[in-house]
């Protein structure tokens, strides 16, 4: 297939969707639902489920290019083997000549038991909250972070300034927080990066927000920044690293997840945003 045509069954029918029937726009909504595991049963049972005629389902599988269901399923399963690859095997691949010891080998281990322990420990439902609280424009957004996570509630603030309006970051300094607090009500939304060894002026200020009105969202590690006694929200990750120093690359993977969460939620608003930057950012592109 050329490159520049989709490349997977999903992106295919995504591509095609404006051409199919009634009952090829069923069994892609049944696909969908559990992709691509439900097209991975019978013809009959794929077609049952889908409440559709099997000869439906050849006349799908033909206009997607496949010469039948069953080249159809083997591509899906094709897709099944690359989602299923665990990490340990796309490891190998690339240290392969590392010994086992080696300082690649250790951290790319504790990375992904990191990032497998925190989805364990995270509930979903919780990051969905606050999702919904960083996307709601009637509240302001603070970002604050400790001595190193202040890089990470930076670049959390540069990208979510993109997406909405009243975004702000905390100076690193503490002597300026002051000057934040002074405005919160019940209309803000602070957002705190804590992480062990945790700073006792971070959670004096969380608790001076909060006495404002302000609502709390901490993002923490498995120990819990006693932070989360004040905040609405916690999401603690695992951060152990075979250093010194903590790893933050979880904090940061949920930053990235926060900012993708946010766009996908108020895309019409924030792709005017971002083309108002735009305009804003290139003189060439502003009006005479």
């Not at 504790?110 to 919904?132: I, P, Q, T, Y």
């Not at 609502?215 to 250093?243: G, H, K, N």
């Amino acid at each position: 297939m050329p490159p520049h045509q989709p490349t997977t069954i999903a992106e295919r029918l995504r591509a095609q969707s404006g051409e199919l029937t009634a009952a090829e726009r069923k069994l892609m909504a049944t696909l969908f639902a559990n992709y691509p595991m439900a097209g991975l049963v019978s013809i009959t049972e794929f077609a049952r489920e889908a409440e559709v005629s099997t000869p439906s389902v050849l006349r799908l599988a033909k206009k997607l290019g496949f010469s039948g269901f069953p080249s159809f399923q083997e591509e899906l399963r094709a897709e099944l083997s690359a989602q299923l690859q665990n990490p340990i095997a796309k490891h190998d691949r690339w240290a392969a000549e590392a010994p086992e010891a080696h300082v690649l080998n250790r951290f790319a281990r504790a990375a992904m038991e990191n990032l497998s322990g925190s989805l364990k420990l995270m509930d979903h439902r919780s990051f969905d909250a606050v999702v919904a609280l960083l996307v709601d424009r009637r509240k302001r957004i603070h970002i604050a972070g400790g001595r190193i996570t202040h890089a990470i509630a930076t670049y959390l603030g540069t990208h979510l300034r993109m997406a909405r309006p009243q975004v702000s970051v905390l100076p690193a300094t503490p002597s300026h927080w002051p000057q934040h607090l002074l405005d919160m009500d019940r209309q803000d939304v602070l957002v705190i990066f804590d992480i062990r060894r945790y700073d006792a002026r971070m959670l004096d200020f969380a608790a001076s927000a909060k006495e404002r009105g302000a609502r709390i969202v901490l993002i923490t590690d498995q120990w819990i920044s006693p932070i989360a006694r004040l905040a609405v929200q916690t999401l603690p990750l695992r951060i152990e690293a075979p250093s010194s120093w903590d790893s933050n690359i979880l904090p940061l993977f949920v930053a990235e997840a926060l900012v993708g969460a946010v766009v996908d939620s108020s895309w019409p608003e924030t792709q005017a945003r971002i083309r108002a930057l735009e305009t804003l950012s290139d003189p060439a592109r502003r009006p005479k």
